[in-house]
């Protein structure tokens, strides 16, 4: 510690690295922390459902989707992705999961969801397995973290059900 | 800055910092505020430099008392007085005024 290099050289590093190590302890808090989320998603309208040029079953719904997911913040928390996704069974796959809609919530604030709209993403089969299908909407949410590994939760919201004829 | 001022220099940086982070984090979590807590340490980063860094005067208040050249060499085999006398010499030159 001779020297004005050699002491700023050992105060900035040493600097990062305590920070390193209180990140590493605030990524850990988050274990602490219970999250309390609402959620509902109603179907409003079936405004479409055919065969789309590719052959395969599509449909355009209008959707009504309210979530708190206020609570799901920590002091820790950079963002959420939120997507909506539908999952159902076909003759082909045990498992069919599409997103037809997601959102980035940035700030607390804006964690509250009310959103009457179509899906965002095309709701498409691979094939024709749509007419009479339950289904379930499944609200995913990545909360990303300011520090530290990034976590998924959802709930599934079941029964719902396509019609059992093309429009 | 002189051996005991060095000391003093690494311990208050050490203990400064390990103080704000914790000040900082404590801040930070109980405003859920991760921003608060980076700038709070920030700010504690700077005090620590500004106190630690600069060639302050209360970090040279132990000076090093080197030999007079006269006694280094007498106190040496006298083979080699002569020698030593040179080498205490630039010794003297170089090593009286750490940093």
Same mark, same amino acid.
């Given at each position: 510690m001779h020297s004005f290099l050699l002491r700023g050289n050992a105060v900035l590093t040493f600097a990062l690295t305590v920070l390193a190590v209180a990140c590493v302890l605030a990524s850990l808090t988050d274990t602490l922390h219970s999250s309390k989320p609402e959620v509902n998603v109603e179907i /409003?309208? !079936?405004d479409a459902f055919g065969r789309n040029p590719g052959g395969n079953d599509e449909v355009v719904l209008t959707l009504h989707i309210s979530a708190d /997911?206020?609570? !799901?913040?920590?002091?820790?928390?950079?963002q959420l992705f939120v997507f909506l996704a539908a999952e159902y069974e076909s003759s082909k796959n045990v498992l069919n999961q599409i997103s037809i809609w997601d959102s980035i919530i940035q700030s607390k604030e804006d964690a509250k969801i009310h959103r009457r709209t179509r899906n965002k993403y095309s709701f498409v089969d691979q094939g024709s397995n749509l007419r009479g299908k339950d289904f379930n909407l499944t609200l995913h949410w990545n909360i990303m973290p300011v520090t530290g590994a990034m976590f998924s939760e959802k709930r599934v919201l079941t029964g719902f059900r396509l019609p059992k004829n093309y429009m | 800055m002189d051996w005991k001022g060095q000391k003093l220099a690494e311990e208050l940086m050490q203990y400064m910092l390990v103080g704000w982070a914790i000040a900082a984090f404590l801040a930070g979590y109980f405003r859920t505020s991760f921003q608060l807590m980076m700038l709070v340490y920030a700010g504690g980063v700077i005090l620590t430099v500004l106190i630690t860094v600069p060639n302050w005067p209360f970090f040279n208040r132990h000076s090093l008392k080197w030999l007079d050249p006269d006694v280094a060499a007498a106190s040496i085999n006298p083979v080699k007085t002569k020698a030593a006398a040179s080498a205490a010499a630039a010794g003297k030159k170089k090593g009286s005024r750490p940093k």
């Open positions: /409003l309208s !079936v /997911l206020q609570s !799901v913040f920590t002091w820790n928390t950079k | -």
